[in-house]
């Protein structure tokens, strides 16, 4: 499971980065972040081990940073890996059930909710330990303006997340209803 | 007897239509007061002009319509239409100005360029319906029950109300400053900090009232 969720993130990351460079505001912060959306159904799925898996795989990211802040290298990648796992134990109430029990509670409000506290964790997160520990690190990647910073990190994580979860709902629901009235059934 | 029923329903539907206006027209008077407000108070948060960091009367948008329902909604367009044309008139302030000449320099700004109207017409519409439209995406068929819903809101329906009005909000909002050409310069950067300030703002603000209708109550029932 954990090396499973490392490297499916591993994989959405760089596929995100390639595909939605254009809306990329700092280096490392998107206006359309996908992934969030991955590490979601990773925690959904897999709970504490598929957290892990995020964990060490922005912990592999994050190596290049270590000389401008240790601490917020060591941090961050932790924040990235256990927001949605942490969310989901605290706001939700379904971190102590299995994966398919975890689904099976699961309704659009408490994904949208899940979706949501955990993007407000990850940037905030981010964003204050940027603040604090990391400063040289934050000036070196271009995060000057940190609240504007964060606001692009959140509205990225929720658009992304968002779109990946429920885009292929929208189009299962689209395609489903014209395959249901076939093309003799007249207008 | 059938004339008889005719003017008793007649009378039921005025006086249906006379609640919903009151009802407008009290929630038109909490969304300016509300709005006026946060303009005083937590203005060092704006990033610009109509975009915050921390919207707390975003949490209004959805509190009135769990409380009033679609009267809430109208209410808070007219609000927001009103409190437009207000900046948009910037000498209403000034001991000559009075309703007319504000009108009439609405009317001129928007007979100079009409998309300025359908900008504010979508402004409007954005601000007072956004909350009802993921009310009725998210909790659909409970409209009459709405009333109750606010005192039993949980996080999980807070946060995701909060989450989609807040996107259905700055999009339209961005789009209707786009439709107008105005100087955006980073349309995106605006889009964003408008998301982050409607969702910490509704979702701090509804919490906030959760919490003091359940104390409310509490001490309703206490006495």
Not at chain 1, 106 to 130: F, Q
Not at chain 1, 141 to 158: D, K, Q
Not at chain 2, 8 to 27: D, H
Not at chain 2, 113 to 135: D, E, N, R, V, Y
């Amino acid at each position: 499971m954990l090396a499973l969720s490392l490297l499916l993130w591993l994989l959405s990351w760089h596929a995100n980065a390639w595909a939605f460079s254009f809306a990329e505001v700092d280096p490392g912060v998107s206006l359309l972040f996908l992934p969030h959306g991955m590490r979601v159904l990773l925690s959904l799925l897999f709970g504490f081990w598929g957290a892990s898996g995020i964990a060490m795989a922005s912990l592999l990211f994050h190596r290049n940073l270590w000389s401008d802040g240790p601490w917020a290298s060591m941090i961050t990648p932790l924040i990235s890996g256990y927001c949605a796992w942490f969310a989901m134990k605290i706001s939700l109430g379904l971190g102590n059930h299995s994966g398919d029990r975890r689904l099976e509670k699961l309704d659009s409000r408490s994904l949208i909710g899940l979706i949501c506290l955990s993007a407000l964790i990850n940037s905030l997160g981010h964003a204050l330990i940027l603040s604090t520990l990391g400063t040289q690190a934050a000036e070196a990647h271009g995060h000057v303006n940190l609240s504007s910073t964060f606001a692009a990190m959140f509205t990225g994580e929720l658009l992304g997340a968002l779109i990946m979860l429920y885009a292929p709902r929208m189009i299962i629901m689209v395609f489903g209803s014209k395959t249901k009235r076939g093309p003799s059934d007249g207008p | 007897m059938d004339h008889k029923l005719t003017d008793r329903e007649n009378t039921t539907n005025r006086s249906g239509i006379l609640q919903a206006s009151a009802r407008s027209g009290l929630c038109f008077a909490i969304w300016m007061t509300a709005s006026i407000a946060h303009e005083w108070f937590l203005g060092f948060l704006h990033y610009r002009d109509g975009v915050d960091l921390l919207y707390l009367p975003h949490s209004l948008r959805i509190a009135l319509v769990l409380a009033f329902g679609l009267s809430g909604a109208l209410g808070m367009c007219l609000a927001t239409a009103t409190l437009i044309l207000l900046a948009m008139a910037p000498d209403f302030t000034s001991p000559d100005a009075n309703l007319l000449s504000i009108m009439v320099t609405a009317a001129q700004v928007f007979i100079d360029k009409p998309s300025t109207f359908a900008s504010l017409i979508l402004q409007a519409l954005a601000s007072g319906c956004c909350g009802w439209l993921a009310l009725r995406i998210l909790v659909p068929g409970r409209q009459a029950s709405y009333a109750g819903m606010l005192v039993n809101l949980d996080l999980r329906t807070i946060l995701s109300v909060v989450t989609i009005a807040s996107v259905i909000n700055s999009g339209v909002h961005v789009g209707a400053w786009l439709l107008l050409d105005a100087d955006l310069g980073d349309a995106s950067a605006r889009f964003s900090v408008m998301l982050t300030g409607d969702v910490l703002g509704g979702v701090m603000g509804l919490v906030l009232i959760t919490l003091s209708t359940r104390l409310f109550a509490r001490e309703g029932k206490m006495t």
